[in-house]
């Protein structure tokens, strides 16, 4: 059993590196948008069967892809909407850790909606802009 969850992790890891490198700079954040939101999804799994270790390592991984995206926010190209981005994602951060701590289901579907509203919205975004690159310094 070890293995094949060891051999389904590593084919995940390549499969989304695949997917990474032919990428769009827009395309790269509306995969790490999915894998926030797939993220939070497995941690509820985890919370029904009480498996601390892995709503854990659910929550590590989804943080660090927030605070990925966070670092990613060109404030001076970006103005108040990168700044209010990166509010958002600072929200979601804490929201996660509270609902994480209090096995708050309600309070991680909120997370949820906020990143689907997002990624929403991020879809929208029309084809000409996604390959724009911001020179962040």
Same mark, same amino acid.
């Given at each position: !059993?070890?293995?094949?969850?060891?051999? /389904?992790?590593?084919?995940?890891? %390549?499969?989304?590196?695949?997917?990474?490198?032919?990428?769009?700079?827009?395309?790269? =954040?509306? !995969?790490? $948008?999915?894998? %926030? @939101? /797939? $993220?939070?999804? @497995?941690?509820?799994?985890? &919370?029904?069967? &009480?498996?601390?270790?892995?709503? %854990?390592?659910?929550?590590?991984?989804? =943080?660090?892809?927030?605070?990925?995206?966070?670092?990613?926010?060109?404030?001076?190209?970006?103005?108040?909407? #990168?700044? @209010?981005?990166?509010?958002?994602?600072?929200?979601? =951060? &804490?929201?996660?850790?509270?609902?994480?701590?209090?096995?708050?289901?309600?309070? !991680?579907?909120? %997370?949820? $909606?906020?990143?689907?509203?997002?990624?929403? #919205?991020?879809?929208?975004?029309?084809?000409?802009?996604?390959? $724009?690159?911001?020179?962040?310094?």
């Amino acid at each position: !059993m070890y293995q094949l969850k060891k051999a /389904s992790t590593a084919y995940h890891t %390549v499969s989304q590196q695949s997917i990474a490198v032919g990428s769009s700079p827009h395309g790269l =954040i509306a !995969m790490l $948008f999915k894998e %926030v @939101t /797939s $993220f939070l999804n @497995t941690w509820d799994y985890h &919370r029904s069967n &009480r498996d601390i270790a892995g709503k %854990v390592e659910c929550v590590n991984k989804a =943080i660090q892809i927030l605070l990925g995206l966070k670092e990613c926010l060109d404030t001076d190209a970006g103005g108040s909407l #990168a700044e @209010t981005l990166s509010e958002l994602y600072d929200y979601c =951060i &804490r929201i996660i850790i509270r609902a994480n701590a209090q096995n708050d289901e309600q309070r !991680m579907r909120e %997370v949820l $909606f906020i990143i689907s509203e997002l990624n929403l #919205a991020w879809e929208t975004i029309p084809p000409s802009y996604h390959n $724009f690159r911001s020179v962040k310094s």
